[in-house]
């Protein structure tokens, strides 16, 4: 059975972390007879560091390495700069940022998320590629797991501008319930993994949570981390639950909990 990961803690990533499967879970290469090479498969990891430019990247390489030295960063395989404006500013937003990373294409700087523009006057986008959806939803669509980490609240525009559409960034509780159930009227996968802080929006009112009281009024009387234990994922809300899962291989998505044999995870596993 898939385990699947929603993680409300505060993440120990630094930036925010979109990953795609480049192959469905179910995809199997076979081996060629032929002399020619194989296409290698693997994942894509799309980084968005808010904020982030080349100005950044060169005073953390002085600071840590020295002006003639390399960071990680520098020793990729391929690198390219892009002008980071927006439609209508020299400088950019970190929503603005994000949907141009999730579409393709440049947009407005106030207010847009997953729309090209603020509030009523927000105008529904398409991708790139024409896909009705961001890059992470088409992907999604092909049958590609797909899953968002975030160190900071998982609606914030790094993660969410990929899987929500809403008319301005500051519509926290939209943007959750959208990454949980998809856009309204499509049939969006749900991410398998969802990694970042949050809690709160995935909580009605009155409802009190590990970090505080629930505060997503769009839910009625819904209780998202209720439905994502039904719905089998595996949620972490605290460092002792998050070790829980470490001590063995019974955090793998694929394992069950209930055939491990390790003899170590026995009273140490998140209680439901």
Request: net charge positive; aromatic share 6%; glycine share 12%.
């Amino acid at each position: 059975m898939d385990k699947r990961v929603v993680s409300t803690t505060t993440s120990l990533a630094l930036v925010a972390v979109i990953t795609m499967s480049l192959l469905p879970a179910s995809a199997r290469i076979e081996r060629s007879q032929s002399s020619e090479r194989l296409p290698r498969t693997g994942n894509v990891i799309f980084m968005h560091p808010d904020g982030g430019g080349v100005n950044h990247w060169m005073a953390a390489r002085m600071y840590w390495y020295g002006p003639d030295a390399s960071m990680n960063y520098d020793k990729l395989p391929a690198m390219a700069i892009y002008r980071g404006h927006m439609m209508d500013e020299l400088t950019g937003t970190s929503n603005g940022g994000a949907t141009t990373h999730a579409f393709g294409y440049k947009v407005e700087a106030r207010g847009s998320f997953g729309r090209d523009g603020d509030g009523d006057a927000a105008r529904p986008i398409k991708s790139l590629s024409g896909f009705n959806g961001s890059i992470m939803r088409e992907a999604a669509a092909k049958g590609h797991p797909i899953g968002i980490v975030n160190d900071g609240n998982i609606g914030e525009p790094g993660t969410g501008a990929f899987l929500a559409e809403v008319p301005n960034r500051n519509d926290w509780d939209a943007i959750a319930l959208q990454i949980w159930d998809g856009r309204p009227g499509s049939k969006d996968q749900r991410p398998h993994v969802i990694m970042g802080g949050g809690e709160r929006q995935f909580l009605p009112p009155g409802v009190q949570g590990v970090h505080g009281e629930g505060e997503n009024k769009l839910l009625g009387s819904r209780n998202l981390i209720s439905e994502a234990l039904e719905s089998d994922h595996v949620v972490l809300r605290t460092r002792e639950e998050a070790a829980s899962r470490t001590r063995c291989s019974c955090w793998l998505p694929t394992a069950m909990p209930a055939a491990c044999r390790c003899g170590r995870c026995k009273g140490h596993l998140p209680k439901r």
